[in-house]
C-alpha cells in the first residue's frame, strides 16, 4: 500500500501544466506590447506625401527598448520619417487598400538617397522596426535561430495588426543582412537578401539582373508588364599628384628657421599639411530606364557615363589631416593639465642660481655692451650692473637652454619693441608706436572684452602668440618655462631701472581684460607713479605741471554711499588702510609750500596760508568767509586688479553686520575720503564740512532761495538728511581730518609695494597657471586668423560656425572659473573651420576656380564648392554637358593619362578590360568603383489571378561585394 501511494504521489508532481507559457510565446507577447506601445498597429489613416529629397531633407526620428528571449538580448528600435502628412490627399482608405510600406516600394521620387540608412536606400521605405542582437552578444548565424526569429515577428504582425515592416539582423553586423516581413489586409511582402564577396560572371551586367529579377517575383504573364529600371554608376577619383602642395615652402630666413606655415612671431601658422580630400565620387544616374531602351550585357553596354541625364558628387575628406593652427591649439591645451613648477622643469629654483657664483669675468665684458632689452637711452650703471647680473645668471646656462640666444633675443625684441634702436636714423619705438591698440574693425575692435583676453598687439597678446610658438615648434614645456623665466626677469630690470613697459595702454587695470594682463598694467602703473616722483624731485619748478593729473572732484555727481555701511566707496584696496605710519614726502616746490599750515600765516599773520590749490570752483566762495573755493591738489585713486577686488570684498564680507564690524568697513573704504578732506582743508583755510560737500558731492548740499532781513532773495543751503545722521562717518572723518596737502601726506597707493607683490605672483606662476592664464588670448587670436582667412574665401558654414564658437567661448570666458573642458569644446570647432577652410582651397584648385572668369561661371563654381562642403551630395547642372561636368570630366581624364603612363598601372581587372574592348566611349572614368541597380515592377503573384503587388529587387555591384535586396509581394487570399 505504501509503495503505491508513493507512485501515486510521484506521478502527480510529474504532471506537466501545458497552458505555462514558453520561453518563445514570452518574446512574441513582449515584442507585441512594444508595438502596441509604440502605437504601431493598423494602417496610416492618411497618404503620407512622397516629396522629392524628403529621405534626405527630412528628420528621421528613432526609439529603442531591450526585450529578452531567454537569456539572449536584443534591442528593438523604430525608425520613422517625421513627415507632415499631405491634406490634399484622400482621408479614408479601402479596406482592401496595401500598406504604406508597399506603396513606397514603388516610388521613385527618393531612389538612391545620399543620407539615409541603409534598408531606406535598399527598399525605400519611410517607417520599420529592427531587431537586433543587443552590445557585446554574438551574432545570429544558425538557420535555425534565424528562422525562429522569422516565426516570431510574423506572428507578432499578425497578432498585432502592424503594417509597419519589421526587421532581423542576422549574420555578422558588418555583412548588414536583414531578413523581414510587412503584413497587410490578404497581402505579404517578404523581405529577402543575397551577399557575396564576389560577383558571379553571369550576373555581372543588367541583362543578367532581370533575369533573376522575373524568375523571383513569378513574372510568366502575356502580355509582359513593364519593369521600371534605374541605374546608377559611382566613379572614383583619389589621384591628386598633378595638384601642388597644400602650403608654400618655408622661409628659411624668418625667425623660426624655416618652419612651414610660419611667417613671424606676431602671426600664427594656418593650413594643412597634408590633401585634405581623400577623393571625389560622381555618381551618373540613369532614373527612368523601361527592359528594351538599354542595352547592358557582358559584350557591349549603352551605358555611357557622359551621355548620362543626371550627375551628382560628394567629396570625402581626409579623416584627420595634420593642420597647423589645430595641432598648435591643442598642444598648447595640454599645457593646462601640468603640475610641475618653472624650478622643476628648468631643474634649479631662482634663488638658488641668484646665490651661486657666476664667471664674473665674462660677466664684467658685458658691462660696455647695450642688452637687447634695455633702450640705450636707458643705460646707466644701474642698467649695466643689472645687465652684468643677468648676465652672471645665464653664462653657466648657454649650453643647456632650451632657447638658442638668437632665438631668444628675437622674441625679446618682439615683445619689447621699443628695445629696438634703429642704427640709421637712431630713433627708438616710442611708446605711442606700442600702446596694445587694437586695429580699427567694426567686427573685431570689442573682440578681446566679449573673451576677456587682451587688446590686439598688446604684450599679452603678443605674449600668448610667442609661448604658443615655442610650446609648438622649439622644445614644449621646457622652452615654456625657461621663456617665462627670461620675461619675468625683464619685467623685473624695467622696474628697477624705472622705464615703463611698452604694449601696454597707459590707464589703470581694464578689469574687462584677462589677469596677467591686469597685472602688467598694474605693474606699469607702478611704474609711472614712480616716474611721476623722479620727475617731480629732479624738477621742483614744473610741481604746478601736475595739477592735470589729479581727479577733478567737481565732476563727480553721483551720491556716495551711507555711513551706516560703505561711506563712500573708493575702490581702495586693502593695503591703501593700513596702521603702518609710513609716509612719504614728494619734493616740494619753491613756492614756500614747504612748511607746515599750522605753523605759517600770511603776510598779515591773520590767516593760515593756503597750499595744494588747482583753481577756483565755479566761483563759489567758502560759507564762513569770502574767500574762493578752490579745487585741491589731491592724490590719485589707488588701481586695482581683479584678484585685489575679490579679496578686498572677502575680507570687507568677514567683518560681518554687527555695529563694530560696520564701522570698521568704513573706515577702511574712508581712506580716500580722509585724504581729499586733508587736502581740501589745506587748499581752503577755514573751510567747513559744507563747503567740502559742495564740491566733493553736490547732492548732499541742499540749496534754497530765502528772503533775509533786508528784503533780497538769497540761497540758503543745508546738508541733506542722510548727512545729519548721528555718528555720520563724513562728519566724525572731517573733524578728524588735518589741513595737510597731498604732496605731505600718506600714500594711498604704495607703488613700490604693490609693484612687488605683482613681480612676486608673476615669479610663482607655473607653465600650467600660465597657459592657463594666456588660452583667452590664443583663442582670440585663433579666431582673428580664421575671420582673416574664411574673407578671403568667404565661406558661408565657416563664418556661421565661428560666430557660434566666438558666442560659446566668450560666455565659458566671462566665467570666474571656466570649465576648460567645454572649452576644448571650442579649440576643436576652431580646428575644424581650418579643416573646412583647407577643403575649400582643396577643391578651388582643384575646380581652377581662381582661372575662371570673372561673372556667372565664376560664381556658379563658387557656389558648388561650398555646396560640397555643406551638403552629403550636390547635383551638377547640365551632368556631363554643363560647365561644372566638363571640369569634372577634365579632372577623371587626367587621372586616367596618368595612371596609363604609369607602367606599372593597368586597367586592372578583367570587367574593365572587357568593358575597353567592347567599344564603350568611358576611356576618360575608370570603371566604376560602385554599379547600383534598381528593378520594379507590379505584377499578379504567387497565382496570375492573384491581386497585382509591387515587386523590387536593388542590386549592388562592387570591387569587394554582390548584393541582392529583395521585396516580393504575395496575395494570401487564397493560400
Not at 18 to 45: C, D, H, P, Y
Not at 384 to 395: E, G, L, V
Not at 464 to 470: D, M, N, P, R
Request: include cysteine; charged fraction near 25%; hydrophobic fraction near 35%.
Amino acid at each position: 500500500m505504501s509503495a503505491t501511494a508513493a507512485d501515486s504521489e510521484s506521478e502527480v508532481f510529474e504532471i506537466t501544466d501545458f497552458t505555462t507559457a514558453s520561453e518563445w510565446e514570452r518574446f512574441v507577447s513582449k515584442v507585441e506590447e512594444v508595438l502596441n506601445e509604440w502605437k504601431l498597429t493598423g494602417n496610416s489613416k492618411r497618404r503620407l506625401s512622397r516629396e522629392k529629397g524628403d529621405y534626405t531633407s527630412g528628420i528621421w526620428v528613432e526609439q529603442s527598448q531591450e526585450i529578452n528571449f531567454v537569456d539572449f538580448k536584443f534591442s528593438i528600435t523604430h525608425y520613422a520619417l517625421a513627415q507632415e502628412p499631405n491634406d490634399n490627399a484622400n482621408d479614408d482608405l479601402e479596406e482592401d487598400d496595401v500598406p504604406v510600406a508597399m506603396q513606397d516600394l514603388l516610388c521613385t521620387n527618393n531612389d538612391f538617397p545620399p543620407r539615409a540608412h541603409c534598408l531606406v536606400r535598399w527598399y525605400g521605405i519611410r517607417e520599420f522596426v529592427v531587431i537586433s542582437p543587443g552590445t557585446n552578444v554574438e551574432a545570429i548565424i544558425s538557420e535555425s535561430k534565424c528562422n525562429l526569429l522569422l516565426s516570431s515577428i510574423s506572428v507578432s504582425l499578425v497578432n498585432s495588426g502592424c503594417q509597419v515592416p519589421m526587421f532581423v539582423q542576422i549574420q555578422q553586423k558588418w555583412r548588414r543582412m536583414y531578413a523581414g516581413e510587412c503584413q497587410g489586409p490578404s497581402v505579404r511582402t517578404e523581405f529577402e537578401m543575397v551577399h557575396l564577396r564576389k560577383v558571379p560572371s553571369q550576373y555581372n551586367h543588367l541583362s543578367g539582373l532581370l533575369d533573376i529579377f522575373k524568375s523571383k517575383s513569378g513574372y510568366t504573364m502575356y502580355p509582359l508588364p513593364p519593369i521600371n529600371i534605374a541605374i546608377r554608376f559611382t566613379y572614383v577619383l583619389q589621384d591628386w599628384q598633378q595638384y601642388s602642395w597644400p602650403l608654400q615652402p618655408p622661409d628659411f630666413d624668418n625667425l623660426l628657421k624655416g618652419e612651414v606655415g610660419v611667417e613671424e612671431f606676431g602671426k600664427l601658422p594656418f593650413g594643412a599639411c597634408e590633401e585634405t580630400i581623400s577623393e571625389l565620387q560622381l555618381s551618373t544616374t540613369w532614373p527612368d530606364l523601361t527592359e528594351g531602351t538599354v542595352l547592358d550585357n557582358d559584350v557591349y553596354s549603352d551605358l555611357d557615363p557622359l551621355h548620362a541625364p543626371h550627375w551628382s558628387v560628394r567629396a570625402r575628406a581626409v579623416e584627420n589631416p595634420q593642420c597647423l593652427l589645430g595641432d598648435l591649439l591643442t598642444e598648447f591645451f595640454k599645457l593646462c593639465g601640468r603640475k610641475e613648477t618653472t624650478e622643476e622643469v628648468l631643474g634649479r629654483g631662482l634663488a638658488e642660481e641668484e646665490g651661486k657664483d657666476g664667471d664674473i669675468t665674462s660677466a664684467l665684458s658685458k658691462l660696455t655692451e647695450p642688452a637687447a632689452s634695455v633702450p640705450i637711452s636707458k643705460l646707466s650703471v644701474s642698467n649695466m650692473m643689472h645687465n652684468a647680473r643677468r648676465h652672471i645668471r645665464r653664462h653657466r646656462l648657454t649650453d643647456e637652454s632650451p632657447l638658442s640666444a638668437d632665438i631668444l633675443n628675437s622674441i625679446l625684441q618682439y615683445l619689447f619693441a621699443d628695445s629696438v634702436v634703429d642704427k640709421t636714423s637712431k630713433n627708438k619705438i616710442t611708446q605711442a608706436d606700442c600702446s596694445g591698440k587694437a586695429r580699427k574693425d567694426e567686427n573685431t575692435d570689442d573682440l578681446y572684452i566679449q573673451l576677456k583676453s587682451a587688446p590686439l598687439e598688446s604684450l599679452t597678446y603678443r605674449l600668448a602668440l610667442c609661448v604658443c610658438l615655442v610650446n609648438f615648434y622649439h622644445g614644449g614645456l621646457r622652452s615654456v618655462a625657461y621663456l617665462w623665466q627670461e620675461f619675468v626677469l625683464e619685467l623685473r630690470d624695467r622696474w628697477e631701472n624705472n622705464y615703463q613697459i611698452n604694449g601696454l595702454p597707459e590707464e589703470p587695470p581694464d578689469l574687462r581684460c584677462c589677469l596677467l594682463h591686469q597685472k602688467f598694467q598694474m605693474l606699469n602703473c607702478c611704474i609711472k607713479r614712480r616716474q611721476a616722483r623722479d620727475n617731480l624731485c629732479k624738477a621742483p619748478e614744473r610741481s604746478k605741471g601736475r595739477d592735470h593729473q589729479n581727479i577733478r572732484r567737481s565732476e563727480i555727481t553721483a551720491t556716495p554711499s551711507s555711513s551706516e555701511t560703505t561711506a563712500f566707496s573708493t575702490g581702495k584696496s586693502w593695503d591703501s588702510w593700513s596702521d603702518s605710519e609710513e609716509e612719504f614726502f614728494e619734493c616740494l616746490s619753491d613756492q614756500g609750500e614747504n612748511e607746515s599750515p599750522h605753523s605759517r600765516s600770511d603776510k598779515h599773520g591773520s590767516k593760515t596760508r593756503a597750499e595744494g590749490r588747482m583753481h577756483p570752483y565755479n566761483n563759489m566762495s567758502l560759507i564762513n568767509s569770502s574767500e574762493l573755493l578752490f579745487i585741491p591738489v589731491t592724490q590719485e585713486p589707488a588701481p586695482m586688479t581683479e584678484d585685489l577686488l575679490e579679496e578686498q570684498s572677502e575680507i570687507l564680507a568677514k567683518l560681518g553686520t554687527s555695529a563694530e564690524g560696520a564701522q570698521l568697513r568704513a573706515r577702511m573704504q574712508s581712506a580716500c575720503l580722509l585724504s581729499d578732506m586733508e587736502s581740501f582743508k589745506a587748499a581752503n583755510p577755514g573751510s567747513v564740512l559744507e563747503d567740502f560737500v559742495r564740491w566733493y558731492s553736490p547732492r548732499d548740499f541742499l540749496e534754497e532761495e530765502v528772503v533775509n532781513e533786508k528784503g533780497e532773495t538769497v540761497l540758503k543751503g543745508e546738508l541733506s538728511a542722510r548727512m545729519k545722521i548721528p555718528g555720520n562717518m563724513w562728519v566724525e572723518t572731517w573733524e578728524n581730518a588735518r589741513a595737510v596737502p597731498a604732496n605731505r601726506q600718506k600714500r594711498l597707493f604704495d607703488d613700490t609695494k604693490e609693484a612687488e607683490k605683482v613681480l612676486h605672483y608673476l615669479e610663482m606662476q607655473k607653465p600650467a597657471d600660465l597657459t592657463c592664464h594666456l588660452l583667452p588670448c590664443i583663442i582670440h587670436a585663433a579666431i582673428l586668423k580664421l575671420k582673416d582667412e574664411e574673407s578671403v574665401d568667404n565661406i558661408p558654414s565657416v563664418k556661421k560656425t565661428t560666430q557660434k564658437a566666438t558666442a560659446q567661448a566668450s560666455k565659458l570666458l566671462q566665467q570666474s572659473n571656466p570649465d576648460y573642458n567645454h572649452l576644448k569644446d571650442c579649440l576643436d570647432f576652431l580646428s575644424t573651420m581650418e579643416k573646412i577652410i583647407a577643403q575649400f582651397r582643396s577643391l578651388k584648385q582643384k575646380f581652377a576656380i581662381d582661372e575662371a572668369e570673372k561673372g556667372q561661371d565664376k560664381e556658379e563654381l563658387k557656389n558648388f564648392v561650398n555646396s560640397l562642403l555643406e551638403e552629403p551630395e550636390v547635383v551638377v547642372s547640365g551632368a556631363g554637358q554643363g560647365n561644372i561636368g566638363s571640369i569634372i570630366h577634365r579632372l577623371f581624364a587626367v587621372a586616367q593619362e596618368t595612371a596609363l603612363l604609369d607602367k606599372d598601372t593597368g586597367l586592372g581587372n578583367e570587367e574593365e578590360r572587357k568593358l575597353t574592348e567592347g567599344g564603350s566611349k568611358t576611356h576618360n572614368f575608370p570603371f566604376p568603383a560602385g554599379r547600383e541597380i534598381l528593378l520594379r515592377t507590379c505584377v499578379p503573384r504567387p497565382a496570375p489571378y492573384s491581386k497585382a503587388l509591387p515587386q523590387r529587387l536593388f542590386c549592388v555591384l562592387t570591387m569587394e561585394e554582390f548584393r541582392l535586396v529583395g521585396a516580393f509581394s504575395s496575395d494570401t487570399s487564397f493560400f
